[in-house]
Each structure stands twice: as C-alpha cells, then as structure tokens.
C-alpha cells in the first residue's frame, strides 16, 4: 500500500510565495518522476513541472522563471516553491507519483496522484 499527500495550499495575494510538499509512504523500492499538475475552475488539469529522480526538471512556460519543483529522494518527498503568484495560477495542485512498490513476491509499477490541495491567489 503505497499514500501520496500534499500540503501547503492556501490563500495567498498575487506577488506573494507559496511552497507545496508532497510525501510518499508505504512499501516503495523505487519512484521515478514524481510531478506537479493542477486543474483551474472549469478547465483541464495540466502539467506544471516535473522532476526525474536524478534531478533533471521541465516546467510548463507558463510557470518558468517564478515556480521551481525539487525533491528529496531520502524522503520519497517532492516539493514545489512558487514565487510571484498570479490570479491565473488560481487551482487544485495534484502530486504525482511513478513507484514501483513491493506487492509481497514481486514488485510492481503504478502511478499514483494525491487527493489535491487548493491553491487561490487573490487580493
């Protein structure tokens, strides 16, 4: 059994940071990518950046320059530091998890996404 769960969501005013965290737990071997998606009011969830386990990263235009996604392998931890938050940055942020767990006499592979943690950014 493996759990994915973010924190730090919340109100915050545009120009203002917010930092988000995502933890896995459980039975895990190994995680590959791990990713930060979010779904805006009324629209499709999108990629927002996203992290190898050797630590190469890609970010959505959208959010280069102002959001930065890092992890701690130790910790099964990714982490996602947003800086001059704008109203259209206004979501659900998902983590996201590629893990291979240990199932009892084998391993096996699946993706895993958190519950979610809801990001707005108004004055």
């Known amino acids: 059994q493996v759990h994915v769960v973010e924190s730090g969501g919340g109100l915050v005013q545009p120009g203002g940071s917010l930092r988000l965290s995502c933890a896995a737990s459980?039975?895990?071997?190994?995680?590959?990518?791990m990713a930060w998606y979010r779904q805006p009011p009324g629209k499709q969830r999108e990629l927002v950046a996203a992290?190898?386990?050797?630590?190469?990263?890609n970010a959505a235009d959208s959010v280069k320059g102002r959001f930065t996604i890092s992890r701690d392998n130790a910790k099964n931890t990714v982490y996602l530091e947003m800086n001059s938050l704008k109203p259209e940055d206004t979501a659900v942020y998902y983590c996201?998890?590629?893990?291979?767990?240990?199932?009892?006499?084998?391993?096996?592979?699946?993706?895993?996404w958190g519950q979610g943690t809801q990001v707005t950014v108004s004055s």
């Open positions: 996201y998890a590629d893990v291979t767990y240990n199932s009892g006499s084998y391993y096996r592979r699946y993706d895993y």
């Open positions: 459980g039975s895990i071997f190994s995680i590959r990518n």
């Open positions: 992290i190898t386990s050797g630590g190469s990263t």
